[in-house]
């Protein structure tokens, strides 16, 4: 989690040296990051589905393989659209096979529901750590050596996901795997049948799609748009880390409020904060120390939502298949960030301004808060596997 989410959280800060590099405005390093995104999402449900048949290991092993080989490629291409396939087929491959989904599923299967959230708050504060661990050093690789060089590096660093993976557990012990075998009576169709019968369900999705837009609009055009306003580069490399470095405790702090308070009420708050955070950032006047702020607030409510809304699909849906319900949540989210990414260099290019986009993200933040509040978060009754 360390080093996937640290990588993935880093490209932001690549867009000025490649676009300038290949010669191309905003929007092409912009759609690059929107593909991977979009990719990261869309295999999503297929990477849960496999992990929940064959094992979290040797999806993320196979993951780590993609993971560098997309970064490599990256970096010694001569052509700019060779970077759809590396930086975004491949490396959205990557992502989707190292990441939330099946980390979290792996994790869900060993501890007990009632410790579930504090658990992936715990888990998703890795990857918080990785963010504020691998952009100043990214940045550092930048300022010393060049883009192409910092890609080399991470590739060499996803070999050690690989080793990692090896000595992953997954063997369940006490109420947990009680738990699980009674859950193994449903079948994946029934699985995915009642979960999109359940309004709560597709609600989970609106609002988890809100903090795909809002995670990948900040992470890949926060650099840029304090660049504009005549912001040193080290700005957005600190705002970025301190992004990183308050989302340890925010994951874990939103984790820990879904186990002891209502999940939804908990979502319904850390939006709120989110909506307050962002519109006094866009309105107050702009400075280093007020950038730095902004990541440690923004920071604090990042991946708050991670834990919040895996616990509150486990919770209602159970653990067996929550690899491939989650991971059909996450598909929605990285269409939210497919758009972010996206229209954040769309609409600069066409305005030359990043403000119509950051007033869309406080209405998408309020609008989140809502829809979570009608949720009926009570456990399903687990369907029975019907004789063949």
Same mark, same amino acid.
């Given at each position: 989690?360390?080093?996937? =989410? ?7 800060? /690549? =867009? ?12 092409? /390093? ?20 496999? !992990? ?11 993951? !780590? ?22 930086? %975004? ?19 869900? *299967? ?11 708050? /715990? ?31 991470? +590739?060499?660093? @996803? ?18 795997? +009680? ?19 359940? *309004? ?5 999705? =609106?609002?988890?799609?809100? @903090? %795909? ?70 309105? &107050? ?15 604090? @409510? ?28 996450? @598909? ?33 933040? &309020? ?22």
């Amino acid at each position: 989690m360390i080093i996937s =989410m640290g990588i993935r959280q880093s490209f932001g800060i /690549f =867009m000025l040296p490649i676009s300038e590099h290949f010669e191309t405005g905003r929007e092409f /390093f912009s759609l690059t990051i929107a593909l991977q995104n979009l990719l990261f999402g869309l295999f999503q449900p297929f990477v849960g589905m496999a !992990a929940d048949r064959f094992g979290a290991k040797r999806v993320i092993a196979g993951g !780590a393989i993609a993971y560098a080989l997309g970064l490599y490629l990256t970096s010694i291409t001569q052509a700019s659209g060779m970077l759809y396939l590396s930086l %975004g087929v491949l490396v959205g491959l990557g992502l989707s096979a190292t990441s939330y989904v099946v980390i979290l599923g792996a994790v869900s *299967k060993v501890v007990p529901a009632k410790h579930a959230s504090k658990a992936f708050g /715990f888990t998703s504060a890795a990857g918080s750590f990785g963010m504020f661990a691998v952009i100043p050093g990214a940045q550092s690789l930048l300022t010393h050596f060049d883009w192409q060089g910092a890609m080399q590096v991470f +590739a060499m660093a @996803c070999f050690a996901m690989l080793a990692f993976s090896v000595f992953m557990q997954s063997t369940q012990g006490g109420s947990a795997k +009680a738990a699980l075998e009674v859950e193994r009576e449903q079948s994946l169709k029934q699985a995915l049948k009642q979960a999109f019968s359940h *309004k709560g369900y597709l609600l989970i999705h =609106m609002g988890f799609f809100v @903090c %795909g837009f809002h995670v990948m609009f900040i992470a890949t055009h926060l650099p840029s748009y304090l660049a504009d306003r005549g912001l040193p580069a080290n700005a957005a490399a600190m705002a970025l880390a301190y992004v990183g470095i308050f989302n340890i405790f925010g994951s874990y702090f939103w984790g820990l409020m879904g186990d002891y308070y209502n999940k939804r009420h908990v979502m319904s708050a850390l939006y709120l904060v989110r909506t307050l955070v962002i519109a006094g950032f866009v309105m &107050l006047p702009l400075t280093t120390t007020s950038a730095g702020i902004f990541g440690a607030a923004i920071g604090f @409510c990042w991946l708050g939502t991670v834990p919040l809304t895996s616990g509150l699909v486990r919770q209602i849906f159970g653990a067996r298949y929550l690899s491939t319900l989650y991971g059909l949540v996450f @598909c929605t989210h990285q269409i939210g960030s497919f758009l972010g990414a996206w229209l954040g260099g769309r609409i600069y290019d066409y305005t030359g301004s990043y403000q119509p986009i950051w007033y869309s993200t406080i209405a998408l933040a &309020l609008l989140a808060a809502l829809v979570h509040l009608p949720i009926n978060d009570k456990p399903v009754n687990q369907l029975q596997a019907q004789p063949a």
